[in-house]
């Protein structure tokens, strides 16, 4: 599954050293800081299907009927009235009414699959099919370590954010607003979280959202990075577009949807459903909204551009109906998340959803029942591309630095459980069970020592010491290890190389940009 590790240090900093042979070629190369980045997983194993075909077909009608009869909002955007007009919708103020199996119609010129582009070639990701790429927690105000507790992030956490999701074996991508840097003014912060994951990562990453004119500085400097025939060509961005739940597409969302359509980068329109508060309370009632939703923003970016890339995205949770907070890793969840999945590859598109959802307030055994719930869903409901894979906690509030380590290690089960089950000559193991027969133990025989490096995953963080070591070495428990890996990962650190002169345009770019305008913190 993983790629060849790539070595870090001189070649990588853009200074060609010296080749050295015999005992100091040995050494340097055992003092190299290695980063092993695991490809996309590409699943062997089913999806899980909860729906039958009658269930998926009221489903669709339903949803189809939603669109013709009650309509969805396109507020304070008159060119998206104009363009619903003219597709052939009955528009009445700003209520779009879309007759049945027009959305449909439209949303066919959508890819079933695209490839996001990395700096770094070797991190492509392909996004559709089969497939699942892993981007890391979206959004937080608020950062959480073991050393400084609970607190608004800054430009500091951020950068540092990027530079573990850099590190992290599992993670094929790294994210977009990995933490929002409350220190940095808002009309200006998108620029320097671009800048953190052009130049500290060359994993792919997501443009800005928050502001149509943001969308645009995220297309500008990406044409600084990869080239601007390159752009035009590719897609090397994929953004969250999130609607207001229920049936409402804002003009800030839209806009920035119509910058990324026109220039041919991926969105991912998700509708953002707290069941029970912004849609029905049972499945089929929210995956009816879900799947009208999803048909009118899919069909509406098809309007801007016909065959832009986009991806179904189904963000759904539950509601505690005691005290109103969101509640994670629950079976009613679940279950709108397979659902949505089926409905995703009816659809032919691809699919977003799931994480390392909580409600927890720390990274503890809460924390760890509800991502696993979380993560095993998202994985055996067909999902293509998971945000917040790591790092969240407090229900999206938090990015916390020991869950982010946490989650990242553990997304290697789902690297191998997608690998299914090996049936060739040596998965077969007959030559094994021959040698050992009766009686006998595995430990020494032939297959075993062919086969034990690789034949079982092992967590990278968690600990498997007798219990005298583990006391002997401070009986630390989940978080503290967590916390020290933290503080190794981000001294191995060592920044991908870039052109000088791709840097150097960057920065200027930013700098010109923040100068542009005065500093607006509303």
Same mark, same amino acid.
């Given at each position: 599954?993983?790629?060849?590790?790539?070595?870090? *240090?001189?070649?990588?900093?853009?200074?060609?050293?010296?080749?050295?042979?015999?005992?100091?070629?040995?050494?340097?190369?055992?003092?190299?800081?290695?980063?092993?980045?695991? +490809?996309?997983?590409?699943?062997?194993?089913?999806?899980?299907?909860?729906?039958?075909? /009658?269930?998926?077909?009221?489903?669709?009608?339903?949803?189809?009927?939603?669109?013709?009869? @009650?309509?969805?909002?396109?507020?304070?955007?008159?060119?998206?009235?104009?363009?619903?007009?003219?597709?052939?919708?009955?528009?009445?103020?700003?209520?779009?009414?879309?007759?049945?199996?027009?959305?449909?119609?439209?949303?066919?010129?959508?890819?079933?699959?695209?490839?996001?582009?990395?700096?770094?070639?070797?991190?492509?990701?392909?996004?559709?099919?089969?497939?699942?790429?892993?981007?890391?927690?979206?959004?937080?105000?608020?950062?959480?370590?073991?050393?400084?507790?609970?607190?608004?992030?800054?430009?500091?956490?951020?950068?540092?954010?990027?530079?573990?999701?850099?590190?992290?074996?599992?993670?094929?991508?790294?994210?977009?607003?990995?933490?929002?840097?409350?220190? @940095?003014?808002?009309? +200006?912060?998108?620029?320097?979280?671009?800048?953190?994951?052009?130049?500290?990562?060359?994993?792919?990453?997501?443009?800005?959202?928050?502001?149509?004119?943001?969308?645009?500085?995220?297309?500008?400097?990406? +044409?600084?990075?990869?080239?601007?025939?390159?752009?035009?060509?590719?897609?090397?961005?994929?953004?969250?577009?999130?609607?207001?739940?229920?049936?409402? &597409?804002?003009?800030?969302?839209?806009?920035?949807?119509?910058?990324?359509?026109?220039?041919?980068?991926?969105? @991912?329109?998700?509708?953002? @459903?707290? *069941?029970?508060?912004?849609?029905?309370?049972?499945?089929?009632?929210?995956?009816?909204?879900?799947?009208?939703?999803?048909?009118?923003?899919?069909?509406?970016?098809?309007?801007?551009?016909?065959?832009?890339?986009?991806?179904?995205?189904?963000?759904?949770?539950?509601?505690?109906?005691?005290?109103?907070?969101?509640?994670?890793?629950?079976? /009613?969840?679940?279950?709108?998340?397979?659902?949505?999945?089926?409905?995703?590859?009816?659809?032919?598109?691809?699919?977003?959803?799931?994480?390392? &959802?909580?409600?927890?307030?720390?990274?503890?055994?809460?924390?760890?029942?509800?991502?696993?719930?979380?993560?095993?869903?998202?994985?055996?409901?067909?999902?293509?591309?998971?945000?917040?894979?790591?790092?969240?906690?407090?229900?999206?509030?938090?990015?916390?630095?020991? +869950?982010?380590?946490?989650?990242?290690?553990?997304?290697?089960?789902?690297?191998?459980?997608?690998?299914?089950?090996?049936?060739?000559?040596?998965?077969?193991?007959?030559?094994?069970?021959?040698?050992?027969?009766? *009686?006998?133990?595995?430990?020494?025989?032939?297959?075993?020592?062919?086969?034990?490096?690789?034949?079982?995953?092992?967590?990278?963080?968690?600990?498997?010491?007798?219990?005298?070591?583990?006391?002997?070495?401070?009986?630390?428990?989940?978080?503290?290890?967590?916390?020290?890996?933290?503080?190794?990962?981000?001294?191995?650190?060592?920044?991908?190389?870039?052109?000088?002169?791709?840097?150097?345009?960057?920065?200027?770019?930013?700098?010109?940009?923040?100068?542009?305008?005065?500093?607006? &913190?509303?």
């Amino acid at each position: 599954m993983a790629e060849p590790a790539v070595e870090m *240090g001189a070649a990588t900093s853009g200074r060609r050293g010296r080749s050295g042979g015999g005992g100091a070629a040995r050494r340097a190369s055992r003092s190299a800081v290695s980063l092993e980045t695991a +490809k996309y997983i590409e699943r062997n194993i089913p999806n899980l299907e909860v729906l039958n075909e /009658e269930a998926l077909q009221i489903i669709e009608a339903n949803a189809e009927t939603v669109l013709a009869e @009650i309509g969805v909002n396109f507020v304070d955007n008159p060119a998206a009235l104009q363009r619903w007009r003219d597709a052939g919708a009955d528009v009445e103020g700003e209520r779009v009414r879309i007759p049945r199996g027009l959305a449909r119609q439209l949303c066919a010129t959508a890819p079933a699959a695209f490839t996001q582009h990395a700096r770094n070639s070797a991190r492509n990701v392909e996004i559709g099919g089969r497939n699942l790429v892993m981007a890391p927690v979206y959004g937080p105000p608020f950062v959480r370590s073991a050393n400084g507790g609970r607190r608004y992030a800054t430009m500091e956490d951020f950068r540092n954010f990027v530079k573990l999701g850099y590190m992290s074996k599992w993670l094929h991508h790294s994210g977009g607003t990995v933490c929002e840097p409350t220190d @940095i003014a808002v009309n +200006k912060r998108h620029l320097d979280m671009l800048h953190a994951h052009m130049t500290l990562s060359d994993k792919p990453f997501m443009g800005s959202v928050t502001d149509p004119t943001r969308a645009e500085d995220s297309v500008a400097m990406c +044409k600084l990075l990869f080239g601007s025939d390159f752009v035009d060509q590719n897609t090397v961005m994929t953004s969250l577009i999130n609607l207001n739940s229920p049936l409402t &597409f804002d003009s800030t969302m839209m806009g920035a949807l119509e910058v990324y359509a026109r220039a041919n980068q991926a969105c @991912i329109i998700s509708p953002f @459903i707290v *069941g029970g508060a912004m849609a029905p309370t049972t499945v089929a009632g929210t995956l009816t909204q879900v799947m009208a939703e999803v048909l009118a923003g899919v069909a509406y970016s098809q309007l801007v551009r016909p065959g832009a890339p986009v991806i179904m995205g189904a963000f759904v949770t539950s509601i505690d109906m005691n005290s109103g907070a969101p509640t994670f890793g629950t079976p /009613e969840a679940a279950l709108i998340t397979y659902g949505a999945g089926q409905l995703a590859r009816r659809l032919g598109l691809p699919y977003r959803s799931g994480g390392s &959802f909580c409600g927890s307030k720390l990274p503890d055994a809460q924390a760890a029942y509800e991502t696993a719930n979380s993560l095993n869903m998202a994985l055996l409901a067909g999902v293509n591309f998971m945000l917040h894979s790591c790092g969240w906690l407090e229900g999206g509030l938090v990015a916390s630095y020991e +869950k982010f380590v946490m989650d990242a290690d553990q997304l290697g089960t789902l690297h191998h459980l997608a690998k299914g089950v090996d049936m060739s000559e040596n998965g077969q193991a007959m030559d094994a069970l021959r040698e050992v027969g009766p *009686g006998g133990h595995f430990l020494g025989c032939a297959h075993t020592q062919a086969n034990f490096k690789e034949a079982f995953w092992r967590s990278d963080l968690l600990d498997y010491k007798p219990f005298e070591t583990w006391e002997e070495e401070g009986a630390r428990d989940t978080q503290a290890l967590a916390s020290a890996r933290v503080t190794k990962m981000l001294g191995d650190y060592q920044q991908p190389a870039l052109d000088p002169a791709v840097n150097e345009a960057l920065s200027d770019y930013v700098a010109r940009r923040k100068a542009s305008e005065p500093d607006a &913190f509303g």
